[in-house]
Nanobody
């Protein structure tokens, strides 16, 4: 059994920053490839960024490059998503997805084994 948990969400003003954290625990030696998704109510869950175990990164949209950064933290089985210059329309639930064995970039939701419950990010003017 593997448990994935996100933290770091909250209320932030337009143009502000947040860092989301994703930690995997349980019957897991080392977390595999990791991804961050975002879901706005009534819309599909969309990939934001993904990272392999070697640190290779992928950002789903050009608008995210330079504002969002996905990294693997020094803490065991932890991945981070640094978000800067947040916009109103980025208010959403943010989810972490983790693979147990796959190490290369995963760009589709069915490629992940475990998902967190999500953390809410609200961007306010």
């Amino acid at each position: 059994q593997v448990h994935v948990a996100e933290s770091g969400g909250g209320l932030v003003e337009v143009g502000g920053s947040l860092t989301l954290s994703c930690t995997a625990s349980g019957n897991l030696a080392n977390i595999g490839a990791t991804g961050w998704y975002r879901q706005i109510p009534g819309s599909k869950r969309m990939l934001l960024a993904a990272i392999s175990t070697s640190g290779t990164t992928y950002y789903a949209e050009d608008s995210l490059k330079g504002r969002f950064t996905i990294t693997r933290a020094n803490a065991p089985n932890t991945a981070l998503l640094q978000m800067n210059n947040l916009e109103l329309e980025e208010t959403a639930m943010y989810y972490c997805a983790a693979a147990r064995k796959k190490t290369t970039l995963i760009r589709v939701p069915e490629g992940y084994d475990d998902w967190g419950q999500g953390t809410q990010v609200t961007v306010d003017s």
